[in-house]
Each structure stands twice: as C-alpha cells, then as structure tokens.
C-alpha cells in the first residue's frame, strides 16, 4: 500500500492539483491529510471539493480548519493571517464549512500502521521545529511513524535508543528502520515556508517501509493573482514565491 500524504494546503488549488498530478505519475493508492485545508489562500471551496473526490483513508483537522466554527478560533492569528480567516469565512459555501466543522481532531491511526496529527500527538496546536520538541512528540507517539504538519517545513526526526537526529533523505526516499521511531513532516502544498517554494508532499511505501519526500514547481504567479483579485493581504501574497 502506497500513501500519499498531504498537509496545509491552505486554498491553494494550483499547488494542490500539481502535486496530485505528479503523485498519480509517481503511484499511490490511498491519501491521508494532515491539516490546513484552508485559509491563507484564494481557493477554500474548490480545494476543499478536491480533498473529497480523494476520499481519504484519514484526514485530521488544522488550526486554519477550525475557522469554520468562527472568527474567534483566529484568536492568536497575526493580522494578515487574521484578516484572512475573515475573508475564507465568508467565502466557504454552506457546505464545505459543515465539512470543515466535523473534521476530527487528531491524533488518528491509520490502518494499524502510522499515525497522523497536524501539530503533534499531544498538542494538534504546537509547533515541532526542533530535536527537543520531536523527543517530547515521540515520546507519546503511538507508532513508530508519526507524520505531522503545522510548521510547513519539510523534515524528519529519527529517535534510534536515545539517539534524535534530522535527516535529509536521498532522492529514492529512505528506507524506515525497524529499532527507530520517526516524526515525518512532509512539507506544506500550498505555503511552504523552508525557502523553498515547490509545493511540498509525501509519499510512504508501507510495503517497502520506505518514505520519500518530493518537491514540485506549479504556476505561483496565478495563485497570487487570485489572491490579489480576492484583496487578501500583501505579505501572504509574497511569501509564496520567497517560500518562507
């Protein structure tokens, strides 16, 4: 069985259907979403209309989803991101923000084999960036592969005994060994912020225990056209092409 993974792809329909794209030519049989379907960008509805079609095996909750209960969940937002929870409330169909309410919160497994949150598995809030903050994350994980977002950065955290490391992983993907645990971010589809701005995903070979991590270039220009014509704020509509 071959995952695709996804996370915070925050109403990028471009990045999104790149990534798909690429991912179908690549080979995968289910998806699972780790957060942040929405805000930040120009296109909740359709990209949330796209996470449906894909019927996902597991999908849990961002901190950018829970606006759909409203405004007030964007509480600790700086302005720009705040200013642009207000506006996707206000463009979410009927629908799709019902969909978003009854998004679960994580912590989920998945087919007995991993386990998905958006922040961590203690916390689906807090940000993991660092070796102590993904000790803590591993410590209470469930299975020996956790995959998270939140930081929409692209990493890998190894515990191996009491050994953390971050590692980079070769281009055919790295192989996931049987005495280690990982923490598994596999980068933001719609805002990557590690100062590269290639939509991010993941895709992981249950059967080969074998995760790869790819990057993929999509047409920034036009997703940052629509933000414009949408008047979302300046600063998110130039962090796209710097990545960060």
Known sequence: ?????????HANIEALDTCLQDAARRGYDRTVVLGDVVGYGPDPN???????????????RGNHDKIAFGIDQA?????????????TLD?????????????????????????ICHGSPTDEDEYVFD???????????????CLFGHTHVAL??????RTMGLLTPPEEGLPLTEDAKYLVNPGSVGQ????????????????????????VDYPIER????????GLPEPLIRRLAAGR
């Open 156 to 161: 890998v955290f190894q515990l191996q005994g």
């Open 131 to 145: 070796e102590i903050d993904a000790r803590r994350a591993l410590g209470v994980a469930q299975r020996p592969l």
């Open 192 to 215: 990557p912020r590690d100062a590269d701005p290639r939509a991010a995903y993941a895709i992981f070979d249950a059967e080969a225990n074998r995760i790869s991590l790819y990057r």
């Open 223 to 230: 997703t940052q056209e629509k933000m414009a014509a949408a």
């Open 1 to 9: 069985m071959r995952y695709l993974v996804i996370s915070d792809l």
């Open 46 to 60: 359709a990209v949330v209309e796209r996470v449906i079609g894909l019927q996902p095996a597991a999908i849990v």
């Open 91 to 115: 463009a979410l169909s009927p629908s799709v923000r019902e969909w978003l309410v009854a998004l679960p919160q994580g912590p989920t497994m998945v087919d007995g084999l991993f386990e």
């Open 75 to 87: 509480e600790g937002f700086n302005v720009a991101a705040r200013a642009a929870a207000q506006w």
